[in-house]
Every structure is written in C-alpha cells, then in structure tokens.
C-alpha cells in the first residue's frame, strides 16, 4: 500500500473538559446520569491524566476529508474504591486485558473515565488495551488503536506541499463535578510516524 504523502502536518490534539452528555441521545444521557447521580468524590472532580502518541499516518482522503492513524493512549488516575486488599505475600497491584477491566468496575459498582472521540468516523479498533491498578486505586489505562477521524478544518486545495492542522477532540462521557482532564506531561507524542512536523497539547 502507497503511503500518504505529507508535507508537514501539525497535529492539534484537543482535551474536551466539558460533560459530554449534552452529545448523547436522550436514553445514553439518562444511564449516565443515573451512573453519576450519587458520585461525588471526596475533596473535588477527579483528575484524569491523558496523553495520546500518534504512531503512524495510514491513510488521508482528501475528498472524504478524513484520516486514519495508528495510535497509543495513556491515562491515570486514582479512584479508591478500584483499590484492594492483596493477601500474604501478594502483589500490590493487578492487570486487566481487554473487557477484564470493565467487569472489574462493575463488580466494584464504581464509575471510571470513560471517554469518546468526538471526530471520529466509524468504529475504533482496539488492537490492546492493558489497566494496571495499584491496591490504593491508581489505575494506569492504556490503549493501542486504529480509528479514522474527521478533518473538517483541513483545507485539502494545496495539500500536500503546506502545512496543515488535524484535531483529534477527546470527549470526557462524565460531568466534570466528576472527572476533569489534564494533559500527561512528556506523553503526547508523533512516535515513529515520519514526515509530520510536530504536536501541540490544548485543553478546552
């Protein structure tokens, strides 16, 4: 397959702090309400440290105005009551594979930072995701993925030979009374992806 050509392109990656639900249908918005009614975590929103490397370009259509990548995510957090009591000699944290994560919440009856790409077109493609939790409730999340996401502000009609911005908007799916992003230093990154010219961090 014949790689993209790219110029340089700049990558806005962009941490939406605001709730979500105003996105969700009607019925999505209700389970989430219900999911967050009775949250509240001691001492204010929880702060959920995000980052995203863009390991390769697979594809930009530039008449479907839309592009494809490869990428890695990272989060943390710390919510108690994912902690645990490790018994005699045993380890003070566990990983979790795949769906192992999420039935562990909800065996825990407990909400984590569930999130959406806002731009995105069509289903994200899990290649791995690994959750490590600590026995205290920090929860390092971690997923490699492919998805193709929208470029409505990439003007195409001199592409490839300038330079051009693609967004990759991150949604929260909580009220921000209970989770609220904030960039993981040092993370978000171009990775191996050749040709691009660099990655700048917003929240919004």
Request: with cysteine; net charge negative.
């Amino acid at each position: 397959m014949e790689r993209p050509i790219v110029h340089t392109v700049l990558f806005v990656l962009t941490f939406f702090l605001l709730s979500a639900l105003a996105r969700a249908s009607d019925e999505s918005s209700a389970q989430l309400q219900e999911v967050f009614k009775d949250y509240l975590p001691a001492g204010g929103p929880v702060e959920v440290q995000i980052g995203l490397r863009v390991e390769e370009i697979t594809d930009i259509d530039q008449r479907a105005e839309h592009f494809s990548v490869v990428d890695t995510l990272q989060m943390r957090w710390q919510e108690p009551a994912l902690g645990f009591q490790p018994g005699p000699g045993g380890n003070p944290f566990r990983v979790y594979r795949g769906d192992d994560f999420f039935e562990y919440v909800r065996h825990k009856d407990t909400p984590w930072p569930r999130f959406i790409f806002f731009n995105q077109q069509g289903k994200r493609f899990s290649q791995d995701t690994v959750v490590l939790v600590t026995s205290d409730g920090k929860a390092f999340y971690f997923e490699r993925f492919t998805a193709t996401l929208q470029a409505p502000y990439f003007h195409f009609s001199k592409f490839p030979f300038d330079s051009q911005e693609f967004y990759i908007d991150i949604d929260l799916l909580a009220p921000d009374k209970a989770y609220v992003f904030s960039e993981l230093e040092g993370y978000s990154d171009l990775g191996g992806a050749a040709g691009i010219g660099g990655m700048g961090c917003h929240a919004v």
